[in-house]
């Protein structure tokens, strides 16, 4: 049975994607219970939703050492974080994004590798 991060099993919930107790793996919704128009997400879930998802393809790229690719998903992970709190302060953004998850620690540690990997681009 595949286990799910915490930053997957947020990046699913956003989507509408639920887990059983156990959190091991996912279950699609009952199709009866979503007869009615769900509300339009506004833009800052929307772009929440899209760092989560930058974040799982950053730390893959990162894993696999595909330099260009860590760059490009640290860069869009910063866009994000700026559309969905104040541009000015992204490390605080990114520690409250992940303050179910990790530490204020690790949290902090997170965002000073994805500013650090947006800020060297590959083979200059």
């Known amino acids: 049975m595949e286990v799910f991060s915490?930053?997957?099993?947020?990046?699913?919930?956003?989507?509408?994607?639920?887990?059983?107790?156990?959190c091991l793996s996912p279950l699609l919704p009952?199709?009866?219970k979503f007869h009615k128009k769900a509300p339009m997400p506004n833009s800052q879930d929307h772009s929440r939703n899209l760092f989560l998802e930058y974040y799982e393809d950053y730390v893959d790229?990162?894993?696999?050492?595909?330099p260009l690719k860590t760059w490009l998903k640290a860069v869009h992970c910063r866009e994000q974080l700026q559309?969905?709190?104040?541009?000015?302060n992204e490390a605080q953004t990114c520690?409250?994004?992940?303050?179910?998850?990790?530490?204020k620690e690790q949290a902090a540690k997170i965002y000073r590798d994805l500013y650090e990997d947006s800020?060297?681009?590959?083979?200059?």
């Open 30 to 32: 009952d199709s009866h």
């Open 83 to 88: 559309k969905i709190g104040d541009p000015s």
């Open 61 to 66: 790229a990162k894993d696999k050492k595909q």
């Open 95 to 103: 520690q409250d994004l992940f303050a179910g998850f990790v530490t």
């Open 119 to 124: 800020r060297s681009y590959p083979g200059s």
């Open 6 to 22: 915490p930053v997957q099993r947020s990046a699913a919930l956003n989507r509408g994607i639920f887990f059983s107790k156990d």
